[in-house]
């Protein structure tokens, strides 16, 4: 038997209705807050994210679905038509793409989407609209060692406000009304047990100092840390904080926090955020440790838990990254963002609310009865479709015995009977299956009478 692959999952119904009612509420929350959607592709060149989210991050030195592309996207010389005035040119392109092929183009699976929108936002010059709120929904891709919350595919729930500085991108009011904004959306989806841990990171001269700082308080107690963090020490001593090693963790509690090496400015941004979100009434904690795991956050940096979760308790991540744009090669674009985990949402959310609770179940359900009646049957499902009703139908081969234990089966409240006498009278048989109450309905009727009775 063939099987998914490791860390990969089927989403089956009714479990795909909770996604749905999710994306929906989700949707309808950026609706309100003027955010649109933008797609981008499910892979990019590898060098955008070694870029975009840093070399020495977890993400980037470990988890990437990384390839090798040998068949570039040009087009070989043969869609020329025959003439000797199209030979130097072929001759030209076939070069081109001979030398394509043996170079090749390192491709990577997405594993996270703010690279991909930076990217769309250079390539397309999106700062001639201004300040950009953009929205995305999709999955992502890390080779991760899978557990309960933890997958290699997994969906994100994201979005970016980006754009020039003059369109108000710098604002600590972007900061808070991006967390004013997950706060109503995990309110919506009843989610209510979440905490918000926030954090400054500072500015890049502040981060700066901090390293500095980082690497001395280091030096003397590095040698008793693992690998990972021994290179860190030297490399980028920032990510340090993502270790997870637990003898490492005493080390990391004495090492200095970003606080202390905040200057005025950034001191100051960070506060104007706090005022706004005292102002609005979401509650926050400070958490002084939280770096996040991309390289080019700067200022706010939060995180959402949730108890329900346990290990993987970070249902979405997110924060300022002033410096992005500029490190992609494109011009300075303050922004801020963040990225839902929907899977781990959609989890939390099973516990208040079970699939089968957001499923809409059948209207009525049509049992065709005797030969030639599917084709009476279809009419009226077509006909009742018309009215916004979930309709569905059996087969005319079907004893009515078997159609009342499918329609039971399925959650129908009504089931609609389609033999040759209702079919002559044009009234059909309407059993409310709950009750067992049967009446006659005319044709002209039926969608009126199937809607009232709830
Ligand atoms: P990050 O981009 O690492 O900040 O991730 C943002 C959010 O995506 C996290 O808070 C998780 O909820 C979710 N997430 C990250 N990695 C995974 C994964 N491997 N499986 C499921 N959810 C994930």
């Known amino acids: 038997m063939i099987k998914s692959p490791r860390g990969t999952r089927d989403l089956l119904p009714p479990d795909t209705a909770l996604w749905n009612f999710v994306e929906a509420a989700v949707r309808d929350v950026f609706r309100a807050y003027n955010f649109h959607e933008i797609r981008t592709p499910i892979f990019e060149s590898t060098e955008l ?75 397309h010059k999106l700062w001639d609209r201004g300040l950009n709120k953009l929205f995305y929904i999709g999955p992502q891709f890390r080779r991760e060692r899978p557990q309960k919350g933890r997958y290699r595919q997994f969906y994100q729930i994201g979005a970016e406000v980006i754009g020039p500085a003059s369109a108000g ?32 990171v500072g500015s890049s001269s502040d981060r700066v100092k901090f390293n500095d700082a980082l690497r001395q308080a280091l030096a003397p107690v590095v040698e008793k840390m693992c690998a990972d963090c021994q290179r860190r020490a030297v490399t980028n001593p920032l990510r340090v904080f993502d270790c997870k090693v637990p003898e490492d963790q005493p080390i990391i ?14 001191r100051a941004h960070y506060e104007a955020v706090k005022q706004i979100l005292n102002a609005v009434g979401i509650p926050y904690v400070e958490n002084p440790r939280l770096v996040r795991g991309l390289d080019y956050y700067t200022h706010t940096a939060f995180e959402f838990t949730h108890r329900a979760l346990g290990a ?38 099973m516990e208040t609310e079970s699939a ?10 049509i049992a065709p009865l005797g030969a030639g009646m599917n084709r009476q049957a279809a009419r009226l499902a077509r006909e009742l479709r018309r009215h916004d009703l979930v309709v569905d139908l059996g087969d005319e081969s079907f004893r009515l015995k078997k159609s009342f234990e499918a329609a039971d089966k399925m959650g129908a409240r009504y089931i609609l009977i389609v033999g040759e006498n209702e079919v002559a009278a044009d009234a059909f048989a309407l059993k409310h299956l709950a009750s067992g109450e049967q009446v006659t309905v005319p044709r002209a009727e039926l969608a009126q009478r199937i809607l009232r009775k709830k």
Not at 175 to 187: N, P, R, W
Not at 253 to 266: H, K, N, V
Not at 319 to 337: H, K, N, Q
């Open 49 to 123: 994210f070694v870029r975009g989210v840093g070399e020495e991050t977890d993400i980037v030195s470990k988890q990437m679905f990384t390839w090798e592309d040998r068949w570039r996207s040009l087009d070989s010389g043969d869609n020329l038509p025959p003439g000797p005035q199209f030979e130097a040119i072929k001759q030209q392109t076939d070069a081109m793409y001979a030398a394509s092929r043996r170079r090749g183009q390192s491709l990577t699976l997405r594993p996270e989407n703010t690279a991909g929108v930076v990217r769309a936002y250079i390539e």
């Open 169 to 200: 991108s710098e604002s600590p009011a972007r900061d808070a009304e991006i967390l004013e904004l997950l706060a109503t959306l995990l309110d919506r989806l009843g989610i209510t047990k979440w905490t918000l841990e926030l954090n400054s």
């Open 253 to 266: 509690d004495t090492l200095p926090t970003i606080t202390q090496f905040l200057s005025d400015e950034s």
């Open 312 to 349: 993987q308790n970070a249902i979405l991540g997110g924060g300022r990254y002033d410096g992005l744009s500029e490190a992609l090669g494109g011009p300075a674009a303050p922004g801020i963002g963040f990225a839902i985990g929907e899977d781990r949402l959609v989890l939390s959310l």
């Open 356 to 365: 089968e609770s957001v499923v809409r179940k059948p209207d009525v359900y």
